[in-house]
């Protein structure tokens, strides 16, 4: 594994977003056993209702986010080190 990809910023800060966007998610669904939905209305506090809407539009822009901070981030590696980034991105999100 090629630790040293860390050392290019644009990949590890949207490494490090990944990471956070998908664990947060599993932790909610799977420790807390929230379904889908629950899961996505989980974070506002009860006493702000009103915050449920934003909260809503804030998991479809994290479904638009996702796909292109993984493509940029594929792209912040040069060509010859691309297979390399993407094993240890995966290694990190697995653990």
Same mark, same amino acid.
């Given at each position: 594994m090629n630790l040293r990809l860390l050392r290019i910023r644009p990949y590890a &800060?949207? =490494? /490090?977003? %990944?990471? !956070?966007?998908v664990h947060g998610t599993l932790f909610l669904?799977?420790?807390m056993h929230l379904?889908?939905? $629950? $899961?996505g209305l989980a974070l506002p506090p009860r006493s702000y209702p009103w915050q &449920?809407? /934003? =909260? &809503? %539009? #804030? !998991?479809? /822009?994290? /479904?638009i986010q996702v796909p292109a901070l993984s #493509?940029? %981030?594929?792209r912040a590696v040069p060509r010859q080190d691309r297979a390399d980034a993407s094993v240890l991105r995966q290694t990190i999100r697995q653990l």
């Open positions: &800060v949207a =490494t /490090g977003q %990944l990471i !956070g966007i669904r799977q420790a379904p889908p939905l $629950t $899961t &449920v809407p /934003g =909260t &809503v %539009l #804030a !998991g479809i /822009g994290m /479904g #493509a940029e %981030l594929m």
